[in-house]
């Protein structure tokens, strides 16, 4: 029985075909998409870790500022804070998605909570930002002044003072978070000539978010209470939704207007901004070399048909179309992407297992690997349908009669 291509088409290209041009495309196209999909697959596993380390109340889009103190202000005893106009200044920038104001508590605020036959009073202060700031807001986010609970958010670091800075010097119990949330408190807002006491409860906890946190409706109404002071006051304190806090807009607006944020946002978004920026460099190194490859597979297959350009001739003479011509070239793309595909996917995979163990013995979580191997797979489609339109376009032309 005869191995020999069956079709007209085959055999043509079986004596024609550059193996060594093929094998160049092959292994250009392999180099170029394997670094494209392991730079995007990378720049997603440690991207997760940015997000996984954001504030559980917060997303690490959300930056806290607040102006700078001088050594003026400190001395005449002048407040730091925003002016309106500041605020619009803030509101008109490009990078900025929403600004929102820290409001104070015009009034004292004190807590006392009982531990059995001991007991401990504390001055406080509240602050509140909008509840469309924050990314979650714990069960029970709200405040009833029929019902008289208060809701807070501490930050994790006030707890950490407590059980190892105060409590264990004390001899009073140390707390956990579960705990802590179930420890009844009792708060009195005094001021306006009132004084009157509250129930409370710490709602939740914030790991970046460096205040005792009340919903907005609460300090409105207590405002209106229990507030001393009739002339409107400028915030201190600013939450700016921002499209990168690492881009050098962001940095260099606020560090041209004096501005501070608070904790370590700016360091964590500089690195999320600077591995953007590399990833997006390796990715187009990545996709000059896959467009260099394609370049090379059409300048093959335009080679292979101008030498087949008689007997195609005469191929369309025995009734032959472009479609059937064009079947055989594609035949060849397709199998030869399939190969590349197989091995640029291996390669990821790999890759991708091998800095992920790291990551997650470091407790950071990785994103799923599917969507990065579909984008691979999309690629190579789209080439090979690019491919063969070029060729039935060129096969058109030859069968023109």
Sequence with gaps: MSNKPKSPVGRLLRR?????????????????????????????????????????????????????????????????????????????????????????????????????????????????????????????????????????????????????????????PQLSENVINKVPLR????????????????AGFSSRFNTIAVPQRFMDWANSRFGENDTPSYPSR???????????????????????????????????????????IIIAVGGVITLLAFVILLLSLSLLLQKNRRKLTDLMLLGYSPAQAARGYLSIIMWINAAVLACVLATVTLASSWWENRLESASVGVAPLWPTLLCGFIALAAITLLGYIRIRHTLRRYFRP
Excluded at 134 to 159: A, M, N
Aim: glycine fraction near 10%.
């Design 16 to 172: 024609n075909i550059s193996a060594a041009q093929l094998a160049a495309y092959a292994l250009a196209n392999f180099a170029g998409l394997a670094i494209v999909l392991c730079a995007m697959q990378f720049y997603r596993d440690v991207n997760s870790a940015f997000d996984s380390a954001s504030d559980s109340f917060i997303n690490r889009d959300f930056l806290v500022i607040s102006p700078e103190i001088s050594s003026l202000g400190t001395l005449t005893g002048g407040q730091a804070a925003f002016t309106p106009e500041a605020v619009a200044d803030l509101e008109s920038q490009p990078w900025a998605r929403r600004v929102g104001a820290f409001t104070n508590a015009g009034f004292r605020v004190s807590a006392s909570v009982d531990f059995g036959a001991r007991g401990m009073q504390t001055f406080l202060f509240f602050e509140s930002i909008p509840d469309e700031f924050f990314d979650v807001r714990p069960p029970g986010w709200s405040f009833d002044p029929k019902k008289g609970e208060i809701p807070i958010i501490v930050s994790k670091d006030y707890l950490a003072l407590y059980n190892f800075g105060f409590a264990s010097t004390r001899g009073l």
């Design 187 to 202: 708060i009195t807002l005094a001021g306006n000539g009132r004084i009157e006491t509250f129930s409370g409860r710490i």
């Design 238 to 280: 600013l939450i700016l939704e921002v499209d990168n806090p690492g881009s050098p807009e962001v940095t260099g607006y606020l560090a041209s207007h004096g501005y501070e944020v608070a904790g370590d946002k700016t360091d964590s978004s500089r690195a999320s901004y600077f591995l953007s920026v590399v990833s997006g």
